[in-house]
């Protein structure tokens, strides 16, 4: 496939890795860390460099799947002159695919050495949780069956983004599991899942075209709407239920971004084409508030 070419001086080169590492989506990365660092706190279990070492990994992992998805998604003709969406740099022509290879490669490779480190400090599932993490990048949007392609998508963004995420983080700082972390990580899962959705909203019409299935594409519209507005009521309640599970009512502060969704779900349901840019834009403030809420309200009694 052909690349259309973008003349030098309209974008510049940290313009363009800027674009390609779609900085809107990095909550998904970032709060499951920031929430299983503050349980793993409040257990009297918190870490710092394992916790900073968690965090690098998850957001290079976040991005190594941005890259990869580009990738593929220009070589599948996915990602062509009509899409909503913002820019993809591959297909735009303004980061070439060789370069973008490489690139992808040389930070799995740094995300995979660096995660050594907390192999070493907390075994063997570590290693584990990181080959899949990384298989799933490439996996994504690569490969024989990309899951992206098959409506699967949704569901492995809720396990790697809010199970995965929060249960790893908590794991590398306190060596075990408990049942509330992972109730936890249902929040960040479903704000994750919802990123997705409404980019997928935005992109039915055209993923059809190209046999790119995702959930919105198989059921449409309408139900991919309602199922934004579920996860979020769904998230809500999550705080509520570690207060049930003997952890502090200060979890609860978590409702104080509760105007913001229903500014979202206002705005998802009134906008269609590009004007859900601003409703993924904003589904990650919304997750980036409700995650450091969360956590914050957690510790809250650690300073009393």
């Not at 490779?109 to 949780?129: K, M, N």
């Not at 594409?217 to 999550?238: C, D, F, N, Q």
Request: one cysteine or more.
């Amino acid at each position: 496939m052909r690349q259309t070419k973008v003349e030098e001086p309209l974008i510049t080169s940290l313009q363009a890795w800027m674009l390609a590492i779609r900085p809107k989506t990095l909550p998904a990365g970032a709060v499951p860390v920031v929430l299983g660092s503050a349980l793993a706190a409040v257990d009297g279990r918190f870490r710092l460099l394992p916790a900073l070492v968690a965090l690098i990994c998850a957001l290079g992992i976040q991005v190594a799947t941005n890259f990869i998805n580009e990738i593929y998604d220009f070589r599948k003709g996915a990602d062509t002159a009509e899409r909503l969406g913002p820019t993809r740099t591959v297909a735009a022509g303004i980061i070439s695919e060789k370069t973008m290879i490489k690139v992808s490669a040389s930070l799995a490779a740094g995300v995979f050495f660096l995660g050594l480190y907390l192999v070493y400090t907390a075994g063997w599932p570590i290693l584990l949780i990181g080959l899949l993490s990384l298989l799933f990048a490439w996996g994504y949007t690569g490969g024989p069956y990309p899951i992206a392609y098959s409506g699967l998508g949704d569901l492995f963004v809720f396990i790697f983004f809010g199970l995965v995420a929060v249960g790893g983080t908590y794991y590398v700082q306190a060596h075990d599991l408990v049942l509330p972390v992972l109730i936890a990580a249902v929040a960040p899962g479903a704000f994750s899942v919802n990123i997705l959705l409404v980019n997928n909203i935005r992109d039915i019409a055209t993923d059809r075209r190209v046999g790119k299935m995702t959930l919105p594409a198989r059921i449409g519209a309408k139900w991919a709407r309602r199922l934004y507005v579920a996860l979020t009521v769904v998230a809500y309640l999550v705080p509520a239920l570690l207060w049930q599970n003997h952890y502090s009512p200060w979890a609860m502060l978590s409702l104080l971004s509760l105007p913001l969704a229903f500014v979202m779900i206002r705005t998802l349901y009134a906008s269609e084409g590009r004007e859900l840019n601003h409703v993924l834009a904003g589904t990650g403030k919304l997750m980036t508030m409700h995650g450091l809420l969360f956590a914050a309200g957690l510790l809250v009694p650690l300073f009393q």
